[in-house]
T-cell receptor, first 116, second 112 residues
Framework: AQKITQTQPGMFVQEKEAVTLDCTYDTSDQSYGLFWYKQPSSGEMIFLIYQGSYDEQNATEGRYSLNFQKARKSANLVISASQLGDSAMYFCAMREGGNQGGKLIFGQGTELSVKP | DVKVTQSSRYLVKRTGEKVFLECVQDMDHENMFWYRQDPGLGLRLIYFSYDVKMKEKGDIPEGYSVSREKKERFSLILESASTNQTSMYLC???????????FGDGTRLSIL
């Protein structure tokens, strides 16, 4: 069973508008972490934001915020005021607790296109 | 800022060759990781290391080995390259097991 599900293969958003990228996860661990990464066409993976399972407040980093709904097992990324440079692939990832060595499990990604 | 450097952005090798992919990080991170990324399959963990000379298999270790002789350097070795190892390879490092992983720019490897 997939542990990280990103249901939107591709999305379009108008410049300066907000956009939400969906991510749901599946784990039986109580301690886990959720991450979002951005991958432009050039290939590098850029860390955006992190949410720990015990964090009570939603994480925010500049224009990025993570809408964490623990009971629903969702960790959606919200990008406010989209910019043309936000066009990229976005990956949701989860790190489970235990002795997995910090291994990340990635979703399939969402390709975001920002229109001028 | 964390800097993870991969030795090559693009690499072309022949079937049967022994291939070395090098990764260096400059932040004294304990943990280092090698992933490969393929269309439709996402990122998959090949090997990781949580200390010098320590290594653990990831999800797809077959056909690969790794070396970590120094804390800052983590090498991925394709013992006898095959065409199905043509892929994008990404190295990452993290300070602790529960810290974000920071990635290098990736190496696009083609095996002919």
């Amino acid at each position: 069973a997939q542990k990280i599900t990103q249901t939107q293969p591709g999305m379009f958003v108008q410049e300066k508008e907000a956009v939400t990228l969906d991510c749901t996860y599946d784990t039986s661990d109580q301690s886990y972490g959720l991450f979002w990464y951005k991958q432009p066409s050039s290939g590098e993976m850029i860390f955006l934001i992190y949410q720990g399972s015990y964090d009570e407040q939603n994480a925010t980093e500049g224009r990025y915020s993570l809408n964490f709904q623990k009971a629903r097992k969702s960790a959606n990324l919200v990008i406010s005021a989209s910019q043309l440079g936000d066009s990229a692939m976005y990956f949701c990832a989860m790190r489970e607790g235990g002795n997995q060595g910090g291994k990340l499990i990635f979703g399939q990604g969402t390709e975001l296109s920002v229109k001028p | 800022d964390v800097k993870v450097t991969q030795s090559s952005r693009y690499l072309v090798k022949r079937t049967g060759e022994k291939v070395f992919l090098e990764c260096v990080q400059d932040m004294d991170h304990e943990n280092m990781f090698w992933y490969r990324q393929d269309p439709g399959l996402g990122l998959r963990l090949i090997y990781f290391s949580y200390d010098v000379k320590m290594k653990e298999k990831g999800d797809i270790p077959e056909g690969y080995s790794v070396s970590r002789e120094k804390k800052e350097r983590f090498s991925l070795i394709l013992e006898s390259a095959s065409t199905n190892q043509t892929s994008m390879y990404l190295c990452a490092s993290s300070l602790g097991l529960y810290q974000p992983q920071h990635f290098g720019d990736g190496t696009r490897l083609s095996i002919l």
